[in-house]
């Protein structure tokens, strides 16, 4: 516990974390450090610090987890996470493309890390507090979303893997979800193909199938999304002032995906920075 608290503590110094928090010359000595560890029993820890047993390594086959040597420290962060916190009424699902703390998950070679990079998915609310992350190699937004369903949330997401059968799918689950998509995916209305819409700026086009809504809406490019929180919009050509005229469903949406900049800004000062385990 020492070290894992002289490790977060480090992240707030200017001077290089681990070496020269033992300097000794009077203008840079902070006796903070080397009177809580010294700096060989803080390396020496550093150096055999383990949360797997290396001979219970698993194959390298289909199944195989990179992570299999942090796994349980996610599972543990994961679980207590949701033991101790109820997630406000808006939520959000993101891709993550980089892994916080790969410099020191010494664990994951390089070229798996390049693997993982799309494959880091978080959960986290308006208050930016992360409430479910999933690094795999499989990973599926229904892995973080598992948590809340049926609980009443609106979940916002981008366009990873999004369709409208898997909206479909998630209708037994009772999640109300919002998000962007791509014009290729299967059963996305035909005449939503970008060669077929040929829209002018500030074009608004929409389906609908039940509860279920398909928009395309045109500024400097064709956004499209995927809705059954929302009633439809209008379709036409608007502006404002010159302005082509947002739908509200994607002003919301907006709104909802920067959660992701407050929760980056709460885990800065809680962060291990990739040179202090170098």
Not at 84 to 103: A, C, K, S, W
Not at 120 to 137: F, P, R, V, W
Not at 173 to 199: G, M
Not at 222 to 231: F, I, Q, S
Request: glycine share 4%; charged share 30%; hydrophobic share 30%.
């Amino acid at each position: 516990m020492t070290f894992t608290a002289l490790a977060l503590q480090m992240e707030h110094e200017l001077k290089d974390p681990i070496h020269d928090s033992q300097l000794t010359l009077r203008h840079l000595h902070n006796p903070f450090y080397s009177e809580t560890m010294t700096r060989d029993r803080f390396l020496h820890i550093l150096c055999y610090l383990h949360f797997a047993d290396n001979s219970q390594r698993p194959d390298e086959g289909k199944n195989y987890d990179p992570l299999w040597k942090l796994r349980t420290v996610f599972d543990k962060l994961n679980n207590a996470y949701a033991k101790f916190y109820n997630p406000l009424e808006h939520v959000t699902v993101d891709e993550v493309t980089n892994i916080q703390g790969q410099g020191y998950i010494q664990a994951v070679h390089s070229k798996e890390k390049k693997k993982l990079q799309n494959q880091n998915l978080q959960t986290y609310d308006e208050s930016g507090y992360t409430y479910d992350n999933m690094i795999a190699k499989h990973a599926t937004d229904r892995h973080l979303t598992c948590r809340i369903e049926g609980l009443g949330h609106k979940i916002f997401m981008d366009n990873f893997r999004s369709s409208p059968r898997l909206f479909d799918d998630s209708d037994g689950c009772k999640i109300n979800s919002c998000r962007t998509v791509q014009p290729n995916r299967k059963d996305i209305p035909h005449d939503f193909e970008p060669k077929r819409l040929k829209l002018r700026r500030g074009d608004i086009r929409v389906r609908n199938r039940g509860v279920l809504t398909a928009l395309v809406w045109k500024d400097r490019r064709e956004v499209y999304m995927l809705t059954k929180m929302d009633p439809p919009p209008a379709e036409g050509n608007f502006f404002d002032s010159n302005c082509p005229v947002k739908p509200h469903i994607m002003e919301r949406y907006n709104q909802h995906m920067g959660y992701l900049d407050n929760s980056d800004r709460k885990a800065d000062g809680y962060s291990m920075s990739r040179h202090t385990f170098k």
